[in-house]
């Protein structure tokens, strides 16, 4: 649907039976959840050719330093979702993306800070 859409939103053709598509980015929520690491590097090959932007939540966990190769140079911008919550051991949990470590898990003091902060890297 998505390169369907794609296609007739560059169509402006006037005889066309077909109203022109509606570009949206392509989102997906957490796909590699039940994928192997081979299957996961041609998913992450595929994906960004199927639409004109490609928006991707992933866990930490789904993420491995070696699916730069494959999806790299595609990605434009990264963010990832900061837990500033009191309650959680701040070295349970961290992203490493281009040899760069992350703590995903960030104790603060600051009470006009939200639980959740979204930093772009």
Do not use: C
């Not at 997906?28 to 041609?42: G, L, N, Q, R």
Request: glycine share 2%.
């Amino acid at each position: 649907m998505l390169s369907i859409s794609k296609k007739r939103a560059l169509t402006r053709e006037v005889s066309s039976i077909f109203v022109p598509g509606t570009i949206a980015p392509f989102v997906i929520d957490a796909p590699f959840s039940e994928m192997d690491d081979t299957y996961i590097a041609k998913v992450l090959e595929f994906l960004p050719n199927q639409s004109h932007q490609l928006i991707v939540f992933l866990s930490s966990k789904q993420w491995e330093d070696k699916y730069e190769e494959v999806i790299g140079d595609s990605i434009g911008k990264r963010y990832i979702f900061i837990n500033h919550d009191m309650t959680v051991d701040p070295s349970d949990s961290s992203l490493t993306i281009k040899n760069k470590t992350y703590q995903l898990n960030v104790k603060t003091e600051d009470k006009k800070t939200s639980a959740t902060t979204i930093e772009e890297i």
